[in-house]
T-cell receptor, first 114, second 113 residues
Framework: EPEVTQTPSHQVTQMGQEVILRCVPI?????FYWYRQILGQKVEFLVS????????KSEIFDDQFSVERPDGSNFTLKIRSTKLEDSAMYFC????????????FGSGTQLSVL | QQQVKQSPQSLIVQKGGIPIINCAYE??????FPWYQQFPGKGPALLIA?????SEKKEGRFTISFNKSAKQFSLHIMDSQPGDSATYFC????????????FGTGTRLTVIP
């Protein structure tokens, strides 16, 4: 079964450093998302991306965050200057259509900001 | 603003029992209500979903009950098994237009053999 692949599985960084989280969505999917889950809390929407531009973003997704689809397969989330409160599990997700049905999540990248 | 409220936070049942997880939502524009199952170290995986035009949906041992007037929906797991032990999240969204899912806070289910 096709799956969303995320790398790395764990990322440790110093506060103020830039990090890039990488995702390979399912190949025929057109809609891409980033969600995050702070330890013990609910999964929260960050951003959605379609046709090489952001469709929607939450208030969490401020100027420190950016997304990019640099080629036909990768989808990245960049955090420019990490803060302690950015520590969370970041999930990439993709869907073949826009209406949220059959949204497939990756296994996540655990980001720890020290 | 908590768009989706989920309870209980944790649940322990014996094998064969029927755990019930409840969710309530606020936004009447929501029209898609999925349940996700998450095992440790994995991302959430879609388990079952319902639209508000029906009051119940069953897939295998999993059933969603939906009460539109009360703005509540629940997940029932029939004949629960130890392999069902996981965290379950309800979610809600508008199918048309908006892209983001609003998740509940999760229920950690443990099924004792």
């Amino acid at each position: 079964e096709p799956e969303v692949t995320q790398t790395p599985s764990h990322q440790v960084t110093q506060m103020g450093q830039e990090v890039i989280l990488r995702c390979v969505p399912i190949s025929n999917h057109l809609y891409f998302y980033w969600y995050r889950q702070i330890l013990g809390q609910k999964v929260e929407f960050l951003v959605s991306f379609y046709n090489n531009e952001i469709s929607e973003k939450s208030e969490i997704f401020d100027d420190q965050f950016s997304v990019e689809r640099p080629d036909g397969s990768n989808f990245t989330l960049k955090i420019r200057s990490t803060k302690l409160e950015d520590s969370a599990m970041y999930f990439c997700a993709s869907a073949i259509q826009v209406n949220n049905e059959k949204l497939f999540f990756g296994s996540g990248t655990q980001l720890s900001v020290l | 603003q908590q768009q989706v409220k989920q309870s209980p936070q944790s649940l322990i049942v014996q094998k064969g029992g029927i755990p019930i997880i409840n969710c309530a939502y606020e936004n009447t524009a929501f029209d898609y209500f999925p349940w996700y199952q998450q095992f440790p170290g994995k991302g959430p995986a879609l388990l079952i979903a319902i639209r508000p035009d029906v009051s119940e949906k069953k897939e295998g041992r999993f059933t969603i009950s939906f009460n539109k007037s009360a703005k509540q929906f629940s997940l029932h797991i029939m004949d629960s098994q130890p392999g069902d032990s996981a965290t379950y999240f309800c979610a809600a969204s508008r199918v048309s237009g908006a892209n983001n899912l609003f998740f509940g806070t999760g229920t950690r289910l443990t099924v004792i053999p």
